[in-house]
């Protein structure tokens, strides 16, 4: 209850399913993806439920995004092969999934979940410190990118939704890497 606020998973807007598969980077296989998961989770949230807006399916395809699944509302599902990001985001290939989510445009949404026999994992590659204080700052990858930072903060419109954060949006030195990778049962 960061925000003095009970948790309400209706009200959330956006979720990325991320995977690292170099031999098969086709957006076709994101989408058959996030088609597969709409099968296996029916459950979820309103704003998850799959219902693609139309004008944002026609815009979608105007900007190449296929893979991204929208739905009306808010949400958003992404589901995306950090094999191919590194081509979006001009850097080298990604090794791992933990090497692309280190790129993230944010250090508090450099951060990624999953199970593994019913453990959870969490990757962290620029911590957690800047997630749980509330502060929002562009990575060392996103350092020479502001003015797309800065147009990503205000869209996002996190100072009206969350007005307990710390949004930086100036330069800040880089300082060395500092990550997290844990498990924690479930």
């Not at 445009?105 to 997630?131: F, H, K, M, Q, S």
């Not at 954060?165 to 997290?180: G, M, N, Y």
């Amino acid at each position: 209850m960061l925000h003095d606020r009970r948790i309400d998973a209706s009200r959330l807007n956006d979720v990325d399913v991320i995977f690292l598969d170099p031999a098969n980077t086709h957006e076709a296989h994101d989408v058959a993806i996030a088609n597969r998961l709409q099968l296996l989770a029916p459950g979820v949230p309103r704003a998850f439920s799959g219902e693609v807006d139309p004008v944002r399916r026609q815009k979608m395809r105007q900007n190449n995004e296929e893979s991204r699944f929208h739905v009306r509302g808010n949400g958003s599902r992404e589901v995306k092969n950090q094999a191919r990001m590194h081509q979006r985001n001009g850097d080298a290939p990604y090794p791992s999934v933990f090497d692309a989510t280190a790129r993230w445009p944010e250090t508090a949404t450099a951060i990624a979940a999953r199970t593994v026999r019913g453990r959870v994992e969490i990757i962290a590659p620029r911590g957690i410190n800047d997630l749980v204080n509330l502060i929002v700052r562009p990575t060392p990858a996103s350092a020479h990118k502001m003015d797309i930072y800065r147009a990503r903060i205000q869209a996002k419109d996190w100072a009206a939704r969350w007005p307990r954060l710390t949004l930086l949006t100036s330069e800040w030195p880089c300082d060395p890497l500092h990550s997290s990778f844990f498990r924690n049962d479930t």
